[in-house]
């Protein structure tokens, strides 16, 4: 089983990312996928997270309105477009699937937003 983030890096205040998630080892059309992000010092968070189909979304609070996810079954692949990116979303973010009590990591990737 892996998830391979990427897409992370160094942007702008109010600028935008876009990250990806690519799985493979496991069926995943059949896993709800997540992002969740770790900034230093605190506990990981949930972002957001899509169903097995795409059709239900939820987001956290933090970034309603300015993040989307979603997925490619065809292409095993979830996505986070990050949108008006502030510093406080500096973090590494982490991709997730779960299904029933199989949960599976992603390695990380880092977002910093800085001036």
């Known amino acids: 089983v892996q998830l391979v983030e990427s897409g992370g890096g160094l942007v702008q205040p109010g600028g935008s990312l876009r990250l990806s998630c690519a799985a493979s080892?496991?069926?995943?059309?059949?896993?709800?996928m997540s992002w969740y992000r770790q900034a230093p010092g605190k506990e990981r968070e949930l972002v957001a997270v899509?169903?097995?189909?795409?059709?239900?979304?939820n987001y956290a609070d933090s970034v309603k309105g300015r993040f989307t996810i979603s997925r490619d079954n065809a292409k095993n692949t979830v996505y986070l477009q990050m949108n008006s990116l502030k510093p406080e979303d500096t973090a590494v973010y982490y991709c997730?699937?779960?299904?029933?009590?199989?949960?599976?990591w992603g390695q990380g990737t880092q977002v910093t937003v800085s001036s």
């Open positions: 997730n699937a779960r299904r029933l009590h199989v949960g599976y």
């Open positions: 899509i169903n097995s189909v795409g059709g239900s979304t």
């Open positions: 080892g496991f069926t995943f059309s059949s896993y709800a």
